[in-house]
């Protein structure tokens, strides 16, 4: 296999366990949205196939099948790379989501075992937003032209695109802590509601950034203006998810509707977060840094400043 097709097939296969992981976040929110965590209340193995056969058992029994085939699939993708991939650092990108998905395993095991403490619930649904990031990220990393030694743009506007688009998808990914705790009983709505203004304001000002000093460019207008519409979308699942669980509040066990938008606003939130590490990484890689000055060539220097 000639290097060419072993990196067309490398990055097609990263896309396939990308959206393996998207599904996860999926199978992980409905067992959340369903009450269902301690359904099947052994792990590793589920022994209690009585258990499993209501309908909280099988939505933990298949968040645990798709786990499993999304560890499978990462491993395969970390040998792959690393028998096949010549960049060390993309191949070290391999062995870190390895042991991302190990550690989102173990966690979940942990938090069967200990009875849903919050502060492991919480770690385990950030843990898979991580996760998902970085499977996000080896999707861009494996195309065949991905390089860090793109031209560069200089951006004399302050804070730094570079700076703002990395704030924003820190500001983000604290957004997603602050509602898994939220599901998860650990806090109220309020800080999480002030995290969705803090996040629409950052997300709209890199958006203003990105038309306002780089319209030129493409591979920043397209992650930007998809992040912006992403948040909107997820504002509104977000008001339609607490209406729903407002209204039905009372009842003894969640309804389809409380299920259906609450699932979709967790797994908006995965979206919202993978294009903003994405519009961050294409930030960094088309952008100058900030400090980096701009030299002139000397037959264009001011007299007194030619020695």
């Known amino acids: 296999m000639s290097e060419t097709t072993a990196q067309r097939?490398?990055?097609?296969?990263?896309?396939l366990v990308a959206f393996a992981t998207f599904i996860l976040v999926i199978a992980g929110a409905l067992v959340t949205s369903n009450d269902a965590?301690?359904?099947i209340p052994s792990w590793p193995a589920p022994f209690h196939w009585p258990a499993a056969m209501g309908p909280g058992g099988r939505y933990e029994l298949s968040h645990r099948v798709v786990a499993g085939t999304v560890s499978t699939l990462t491993i395969i993708l970390a040998l792959l790379l690393w028998r096949f991939e010549p960049r060390r650092w993309v191949r070290r990108m391999g062995a870190i989501a390895v042991l991302t998905v190990i550690a989102q395993a173990i966690l979940g095991g942990v938090t069967v075992l200990l009875d849903l403490p919050t502060v492991t619930s919480v770690g385990h649904a950030c843990l898979g937003q991580i996760f998902f990031g970085v499977m996000v990220s080896l999707v861009l990393f494996t195309r065949r032209d991905f390089t860090w030694d793109e031209p560069k743009a200089n951006d004399l506007a302050s804070?730094?695109?570079r700076k703002l688009a990395a704030a924003t998808t820190a500001l983000i990914f604290i957004q997603l802590v602050l509602g898994a705790a939220f599901r998860h009983h650990g806090f109220s709505i309020v800080p999480h509601l002030v995290g969705a203004g803090l996040v629409t304001i950052s997300v709209l000002w890199t958006l203003l950034r990105v038309h306002s000093g780089f319209d030129d460019q493409p591979r920043?207008?397209?992650p930007a203006g998809l992040l912006a519409v992403l948040l909107v979308a997820q504002v509104a699942l977000g008001i339609g998810a607490y209406?729903?669980?407002w209204t039905n509040r009372d009842?003894?066990?969640p309804l389809p509707p409380v299920v259906d938008v609450t699932t979709a606003h967790v797994a908006l939130g995965a979206l919202v977060l993978a294009t903003s590490v994405v519009l961050t990484?294409?930030?960094?890689?088309?952008?100058a840094?900030?400090?980096a000055s701009v030299r002139l060539p000397i037959a264009s220097m001011p007299e007194k400043a030619v020695i």
Request: aromatic fraction near 16%; proline fraction near 12%.
């Open 220 to 222: 920043l207008k397209r």
């Open 9 to 15: 097939w490398l990055h097609r296969y990263s896309i």
């Open 251 to 253: 009842a003894p066990q």
């Open 37 to 39: 965590a301690l359904s």
């Open 281 to 287: 990484i294409q930030a960094y890689r088309f952008i």
């Open 289 to 291: 840094a900030p400090d």
């Open 159 to 161: 804070p730094p695109l």
């Open 243 to 245: 209406w729903e669980l």
